[in-house]
């Protein structure tokens, strides 16, 4: 059973770097790193006497994002938890949409995501006997707090649906919730705003000779372009 967890690990921190691998030709244009922390209640059920009850933990952890598109990060996380003698842990993927243009709203980004985690813990009889695959979908926010660190509140709710390894069918595991909070570094290539383009100036032609003032020697007498904009000499007088 730790080699499923281990291999879970492995993949969901390898999970980034191959969705960096699709854009290639053009590079992220933010990255980030997320120190977070909070709750983690998982709900379940002891089939035997019908009995429902909440196991709480503290956890903490890290996540990882990078841009794959204008406002949409995909992201990889690790959590750890602890209830007493007790501890779980998480890892997933997944996507995080931005409600609001982060170009033009830097104070406040409020966000919509779902991911995919493999969850293990050791509540029930034999220790870390299941490992849940599970889905889930959340929000939250993040709200600038000086360049371009960020503070970050966020909540999961998720559902396993699969179970890998032995499967203890007198405690089924149900809903669970992560409540997060972290602080969150953001670097990359931001857009640069784009050149502001100088008008050129207005070509004037005085005479309507058809030849601009700025190449004609006679900006106010009719000329031909032979003869650098004034009236040919057809007297050969030289005037």
């Known amino acids: 059973m ?3 967890i281990l291999v879970t690990l492995f993949m969901c921190l390898l999970a980034p770097a191959f969705a960096q691998d699709s854009t290639l030709t053009k590079s992220p244009k933010r990255q980030s790193f ?3 922390g909070g709750v983690s209640d998982m709900w379940y059920q002891n089939y035997p006497t019908r009995r429902d009850y909440v196991q709480s933990y ?3 952890g890290i996540q990882y994002a990078a841009e794959v598109k204008p406002n949409v990060d995909v992201y990889g996380t690790l959590i750890y938890g602890i209830r007493n003698a007790k501890d779980m842990a998480s890892a997933g993927i997944g996507l995080r949409y931005y ?3 982060r170009e033009t709203h830097k104070k406040f980004r409020p966000f919509a995501n779902f991911s ?3 969850m293990a813990d050791n509540s029930t009889r034999s220790t870390y006997s299941d490992v849940d695959l599970t889905g889930s979908i959340g929000t939250g926010f993040d709200f600038k707090i000086l360049g371009s660190l960020y503070g970050r509140a966020m909540v999961n709710v998720g559902f396993p649906f699969f179970q ?3 499967v203890d ?3 089924g595991r149900g809903t669970y919730a992560h409540y997060t909070g972290g602080l969150v570094y953001e670097w990359g290539n ?3 705003p784009a050149p502001v383009k100088v008008a050129e100036p207005v070509s004037i032609d005085t005479d309507g000779d058809g030849i601009v003032d700025k190449e004609d020697k006679c900006p106010t007498v009719k000329g031909v372009r032979s003869n650098n904009g004034c009236p040919l000499d057809t007297d050969h007088d030289g005037i």
Request: proline share 4%; glycine share 8%.
């Open 2 to 4: 730790k080699n499923y």
């Open 34 to 36: 997320a120190l977070i």
């Open 58 to 60: 503290t956890h903490f």
């Open 99 to 101: 409600l609001l243009d």
């Open 116 to 118: 995919g985690e493999a």
């Open 164 to 166: 890998l390894g032995k």
């Open 169 to 171: 069918f007198t405690a």
């Open 190 to 192: 931001k857009p640069k």
